[in-house]
C-alpha cells in the first residue's frame, strides 16, 4: 500500500467533497427553489451566507495547497523516496487539511478559531517543508 498516493487520492477526494458539500448544495438548493437563476453567480463572487464565503475560501486553498502537495508526492514517487516518516507526513498534511477545511467552514471566524485554523494550516506547511528537504537530500545524495 502506497501511503503518499493513497493521501494524495484523500486530499483530492476531500476538496471534492468539500466543494459538493458546501458550494454546490448551496448553489443548487438556491437554483432548484427558483431563488436565483443558474447564471447569477460568478466566479469569484462569494455573495451569500457568511459561511458560503468561507466554504468557497476552503475549497480554494484545498485547490491552492493541492498542487503543491501532488509535486511532492510525485517527486517521492520518482525519486523512489518514502519510509515510515514520510508515510506519517503524507497523513498529517491531510488530516490536517480536512480539519483545516472544517474549521474553515464550520465556525464563526473569532480570533480563536482563527488562530487554530491556522495551527493545522502551519502543521501542512512544516510538512511539505520537512517532505522536500527529504526530497532534496535524497537527489543532492543519488
Known sequence: MNIPILSLL?????TI???LATVGVY????????RV????F?????????????AMRAHANCLENLQIFAVLVFAAGILDVGGRWFDVLCILVLAA?????????CFVQTDRVVGVRFLFYVMQVIAFLVMAVVLIRHAIAT
Open 27 to 34: 448553489r443548487w438548493r438556491r437554483i432548484l427553489t427558483r
Open 10 to 14: 484523500g486530499f483530492t477526494l476531500w
Open 37 to 40: 437563476a443558474i447564471s447569477s
Open 97 to 105: 487539511r480536512i480539519v483545516h477545511s472544517l474549521i474553515h467552514v
Open 42 to 54: 460568478i466566479a469569484g463572487d462569494d455573495l451569500g451566507d457568511e459561511w458560503y464565503g468561507r
Open 17 to 19: 467533497v468539500l466543494l
